[in-house]
């Protein structure tokens, strides 16, 4: 059965795991620009990673099999400072028209700073400008709920978003609820330690049904698993979740996300 | 919202079947946990039990109030309810709402 993974840091991942990806079922990866582990030191270190999404890891992806798309942004915690933050907003556009950049992300707040959420305001005006999609990171721990209203707030305040036309990522169940509510798609992140389990995703589906939600892996440099969502299509199988369900929660629903920008084209089918 | 008391199609049986052992060594690993503080070799306990302790021991009676919606509320519990963006001095995230007027450990 086919899957999309529509928030994984592939960078940060080896070519084993791409081969264990492509034979799990994966057909497509999208990739949102993030913080590495350590803080760039200039605008010019952005420019080499914007390359790279755009131009190396398509290439590598596609050796198997997998399609790879990207989001661009400087990432929340590298926006508490302002004059690194808006020097990487004035590079962004430049790489827009790539063909595998699919909007603006992972935007968001870490701390639930004043100058993250400046940033953030000034990302969503830029998405706005360019008419991009966007995705949204929320913080990790006790900040979550605060970082979520904030940034629903934030979308709100700038009047023109279509909410259908933003996913607000790592989503868990006390804050899925005013996701939905405001409209926007929520993404559930499959951590081990943190954020969801497989186990608490597939309840979150049972609980809002499986509209508008879809599950990710953010696999990255620290503790995840590139193959969590598959890991959470066999936990819906084991509950006696039909086979169209699962389509739904785990291809259908991120494609259909996805599909609101042109230049997402999947190369399989849906059913 | 579905109706949550009928979504998974798992029948009450077939789901304590298929969860029971996991969630068996959870709790278990959670007192284990509690007696490893305990054991802490500085055998030297704050005035003040840690805020992440006490807010996991605080978090246990969700468990046991029979209410729906535990995961949740939990969660809740453990969350930062002020509203407003802070400075650039707050401390990292710990994974338990601190009030610093409570704060007593080191």
Redesign the interface.
Known sequence: MNYIDPHIHMVSRTTDDYQRMAMAGCVAVTEPAFWAGFDRVSPQGFDGYFRQLTEFEPSRAAAHGIDHYCWLCINPKEA?DLTLAREVIGMIPAFLDRPNVLGIGEIGLN???????IILEEQIALAQRHDQLILVHT????????GT??ILDAIRRNGSIDPARVLIDHA???TV?MILDAGHWAGMTLYPDSKCTP??AV?II????HHRLVMNSAGDWGHSDPLSVPQARMEMA????NRDTITDATLRNPAAFLGQCDKFQLQTSLD | MTNPRSSCPMTYRQAVDTYFLEHRSKLIDVAAFLDRLDRASDQQKPAQEDHRVAALRNAMSILLDGQPDRAKRVLEQLSDPSRSPTDTTSPPASGAHHDTQDQTTP
């Open positions: 508490q701390k639930n700073t004043k100058n993250e959420l913080p990790h721990l006790e900040d979550k709920l605060k209203r904030l868990e169940e006390h609820g186990q608490r309840d049972e609980t809002y049904s084991r509950r006696g979740h």
